[in-house]
């Protein structure tokens, strides 16, 4: 194809980096699949095995596979807590009566994340004092968002939906770009990110009363590598299936920082408001427009950082930022996985960098 | 015989082709780190077969299926990358034309995986449609649809409609 378009192509294109030992790195990576792929289908034969043999066993002892739990032995079921929290059965619900937002006395706010499995923070409902948090927001969003907001790449959509005493609704329109603030018919608010962290550490907090604290754990220690988040753990059950995020406040952390992803090369003790901060940052919250970009030093390579946070339950998240040739991702997830630090962007970076003064 | 032991081998094909690979890359994810990944992870998968399919004269088309179906895995697991508003002032000026390269960016970011692919492999690495439908393991209507979307949402943007206000 000789067209225009190729030579744009062409001519857009930036030099290669230094690829020297590409070969090498490649070869390395392939044999450590092989490796990770019989060491899978070693355990799962193993597991196979064991589960034949002991199934016949387990079936024998509870007498009968269709037998079922003994209704004399069952454990008291604790009455379930009410199904249906307050305002729209669900967030797919379009409330059929709007509220006055702006003098109406809010009882109840619904987080309706948008985004799916994408979304860090769920579906929650926050009952307890919500008229002071809902005053504070009317004071905070305002009319006359001016300036242009592009749209950022992979930005989560939200609504929060606040009930009001006489039944009626009022929905706060938002994403993690900060691009569509809105409530009611006003379009363009500002004021929405201050608004979804509020709400996010709220929500957090709610969940936190009646659990216990955790017994006392390990130490959080830094990964001997960058590289080997994730490294979620707790000292009695590793919740290898959780979420990336914290679900209640974070009350402790540490950072650790590496050089070029090789041993830690110090770290840091992050307090309970410093480590909630990171954690609302990492929920998704906004970033300045021009996003992607986040000024990270300037030597190279560029430092790594493992940041881990506990909460009161001893539960702890690890993630991960790296950087390299001015670009950070953000690794998290079981497996870590990269992601766009877009929305997190410059407010998380400054709360995990910023620990170092 | 390891292949890396293999006089002219794997090592000499990545020598040879690496750089070619990586601009192909970094026009499927708009970054540097990000194309070397990319890179780097499609010859991984590439290696154990490379005995095999060199010895058939197809590791070229082989490694290059390899990029565009792990790009295409990739944005999968919502790796989106992100969208710049504008050249940030900290970044190393690698493109002989940063504005150029911007405008591409982000022309590319706003099309499907698949798109993203066909435009790739049609105008930067000349392939016909036959060989753009075999790198993708589709079919050549696939490839003829993919192509007239991107094209359709490529004329919206700063990288087109500059075109055609020069062929007009």
Redesign the interface.
């Known amino acids: ?1 000789n ?4 030579d ?10 230094d ?1 020297t030992g ?6 390395a ?2 044999r450590r ?2 490796r990770h792929r019989r060491t899978a289908v070693v355990a799962a034969a193993a597991i196979a095995v064991v589960a034949a043999v002991a199934t016949p066993f387990l079936v024998a002892d509870r007498g009968g596979v269709s037998a079922g739990p003994d209704p004399a032995t069952a454990s008291p079921r604790t009455p379930a807590p009410d199904p249906t929290p307050p305002g729209p059965a669900d967030c797919a619900d379009r409330p059929s009566v709007h509220g006055d937002f702006a003098t109406g006395t809010a009882t109840w706010v619904r987080f309706c994340p948008l985004g799916g499995d ?1 979304a860090l923070v769920s579906d929650q409902v926050l009952t307890d004092g919500i008229a002071g948090l809902v005053d504070g927001w009317r004071s905070r969003l305002s009319t006359g968002y001016a300036h242009s907001c ?5 930005a989560v959509g939200f609504r929060i939906r606040v009930g009001f005493a006489d039944g009626t609704v009022s929905v706060i329109r938002g994403d993690t770009g900060a691009c569509a603030g809105a409530v009611g018919q006003h379009q363009g608010l500002e004021g929405v990110a201050s608004v979804f962290d509020e709400l996010t550490r709220g929500l957090a907090a709610a969940a936190a009363e009646g659990v216990p604290a955790g017994e006392p754990t390990t130490p959080l220690r830094c990964p001997a590598r960058a590289g080997d988040v994730p490294v979620t753990s707790n000292s009695s059950s590793p919740p290898a299936d959780a979420g990336p995020l914290l679900d209640l406040p974070a009350t402790g952390g540490v950072v650790c920082r590496y050089s070029a992803e090789a041993a830690p090369v110090s770290h840091r003790s992050l307090d309970a408001e410093t480590a909630e901060s990171v954690r609302v940052a990492l929920a998704g919250s906004f970033d300045a ?5 986040v ?1 990270y030093g ?1 030597t190279r390579p560029q430092p790594a950082f493992v940041v881990l946070l506990r909460d009161a339950s001893g539960n702890s998240r690890a993630f991960r930022i790296s950087g ?4 950070v ?1 953000l690794f998290r997830g079981s497996p870590a ?6 929305k997190a962007g410059e407010q998380l970076l400054y709360a995990v960098t910023g620990s170092y003064g | 015989v390891p ?2 032991e293999v006089p002219g081998g ?2 000499a ?3 040879a082709r ?2 070619a690979l ?2 192909a890359a ?2 499927l994810t708009g ?4 194309a ?1 990944d990319l ?3 499609a ?3 590439a ?2 077969h490379y005995d095999r399919v060199a010895a058939n004269g197809s590791f070229e088309a082989y490694v290059r299926r390899a990029l565009v179906t792990t790009y295409a895995s990739w944005w999968g ?10 050249p ?1 002032a ?3 000026a ?4 940063p504005e ?2 911007h ?3 982000r022309a590319l ?1 706003g099309l499907s995986p698949r798109q993203r692919a066909v ?2 492999l ?3 690495e ?1 392939l016909t449609e036959t060989e753009t439908a075999a790198a993708l393991g589709c079919s050549v209507g696939s490839v003829k649809t993919h192509h007239a979307r991107a094209l359709a949402h ?1 004329r919206g943007s700063a ?2 409609f500059d ?1 055609e206000e ?2 007009t």
């Open positions: 194809v067209d225009p378009l190729s744009r192509l062409r001519d857009a294109v930036p030099e290669p980096p690829l590409l070969a090498g790195r490649a070869e990576t392939a699949r092989r994408a592009p749209a950022v790449l992979g427009p021009g996003g992607g970009y000024r300037g390299r040739q001015h670009r991702a996985a990269p992601g766009p630090l877009g | 292949v890396s794997f090592t094909y990545v020598e690496g750089r990586w601009r970094w026009l970054d540097p780190a990000l070397e890179v780097q992870t010859l991984a998968k290696w154990p697991r919502r790796w989106r990358g992100e969208l710049p508003t504008e940030p900290d970044r190393p690698l493109a002989a034309d150029l390269a405008d591409v960016r970011a435009v790739v049609r105008y930067f000349d490529l990288l087109l075109l020069e062929t």
